[in-house]
């Protein structure tokens, strides 16, 4: 939906040319069956953008103010749904802060079960993305790929966890409950049916002629606004900023995984660079899913999860946590003064901070790019708004 607020008004001026007013646009807010509510408000002159405002807060539930309610296993069910498309790893960030601040040290069969979940889940992320983007371009092809894998992943998930988008399935201390009998099978035979179907983007997507035609060069993004905005992920590293939690600051099993673990970097910053990045990044989610398997497959029988008290209390302080999610960074800065409800649990989503570079990157581009510059920054705006 577009809405012009300001008519565009042409008046001819001395020797005959033709002066005009720049326009405002709004672009959205669209309908929350897409990615999400995200409305740009942009001026323009003539086909050129001039100004561009990211408008934010269509979708916002106030779950920062809610996890002040709530006590420390509820809040996982609020902290899973900012970004539907990264469950799993929005509640691995909360858990992670509440044990960090419990001092817990949870079962290896938990930590080595949680990598690989949180690598099942980034795919499941990143097939969203590598077949609506091309959509976005015209490609409707793509999609339909895209959700035939995503369902081979989703029962996997839906298996262990019973549910299919928000799994609930971390808690404080390890996981719900431990995997059913012969889940590791079938996982590793859903796995490999994905991978052998992962070259149809290389063909389908990144072979065609249009599609790199209507990318390479557009929405360069410089490694000064990638610092200087904090954005994170697959964004950041399409413009040669190699930072990756996973590697840089190693949480769950990823220290042991360095050998099969790849940092996948461009140079070129552009929209067509951010999708090899992400197309890239899955291939090696996919490698890491098989490695946990393997390490899985090795350990002894034993606990899944801590025995809890009734009541759950985290002590009196303060602690950060974060978390390499498929979008980017997720930050959870806990505050507790000793009861069984957080005092102050702050979110730093990936995508709030993606998106805010925007505002410097689409004046000057043509009205045309803004559709492949907004689609490559594969955000999910619920993760703006929280």
């Known amino acids: 939906m577009t809405e012009t607020t300001q008519p565009r008004q042409a008046t001819v001026g001395i020797g005959g040319a033709a002066e005009s007013t720049d326009m405002v ?65 929005n509640e691995l960030g909360v858990v992670l802060a509440v044990e960090r601040m419990l001092g817990m040290e949870v079962p290896e069969r938990a930590v080595w079960t949680r990598t690989l979940l949180a690598e099942l889940n980034r795919v499941l992320n990143h097939l969203m993305f590598l077949g609506s983007y091309p959509l976005e371009l015209g490609g409707i092809t793509p999609i339909f790929h895209a959700f035939r894998e995503r369902e081979d992943l989703q029962h996997i998930l839906e298996e262990v966890s019973g549910g299919r988008i928000h799994y609930m399935f971390n808690r404080v201390g390890g996981l719900k409950e431990d995997l059913p009998a012969g889940w590791l099978g079938r996982t590793r035979e859903a ?13 389908l997507v990144l072979g065609n ?16 606004a990638v610092h200087a905005y904090g954005v994170s ?17 190693p949480y769950l099993g990823y220290g042991e995984l360095r050998d099969t673990l790849k940092v996948v970097t461009r140079q070129e910053g ?9 197309l890239e990044q899955t291939h090696n989610a996919l490698d890491l899913a098989d490695a946990c398997l393997d390490r899985i497959a090795e350990l002894p029988p034993g606990p899944i999860n801590q025995r809890l008290p009734k009541v759950l209390k985290a002590p009196e302080g303060h602690t950060y946590a974060w978390t390499e999610n498929p979008l980017g960074v997720n930050g959870y800065y806990l505050v507790s003064k000793g009861d069984k409800t957080p005092y102050r649990l702050k979110l730093r989503s990936a995508s709030y901070n993606n998106i805010q570079v925007l505002s410097e990157l689409l004046p000057g581009t043509l009205v045309a790019d803004m559709v492949a510059i907004l689609g490559s920054f594969f955000f999910v705006v619920g993760d703006i708004d929280k």
């Not at 069956?33 to 979708?59: K, N, W």
């Not at 552009?270 to 992400?278: M, Q, T, V, W, Y």
């Open 25 to 89: 646009l709004n672009i959205g807010p669209q309908h929350p069956s897409t990615h999400g509510v995200l409305r740009l408000r942009l001026v323009l002159d003539g086909e050129v953008i001039r100004h561009a405002e990211p408008v934010i807060g269509y979708m916002h539930r106030g779950a920062e103010k809610l996890f002040e309610a709530r006590d420390y296993r509820q809040i996982i069910v609020l902290a899973n749904r900012h970004d539907w498309l990264s469950a799993f790893s």
């Open 191 to 203: 796995v490999a049916a994905v991978r052998s179907r992962m070259d149809v983007y290389d063909r």
């Open 209 to 224: 002629e249009i599609f790199r035609g209507r990318t390479r060069g557009v929405g360069v993004l410089s490694p000064e």
């Open 233 to 249: 992920g697959p964004i950041a590293r399409a413009s040669g900023v190699d930072f990756d939690l996973r590697r840089d600051e």
């Open 270 to 278: 552009d929209c067509l660079a951010r999708f090899e990045c992400l």
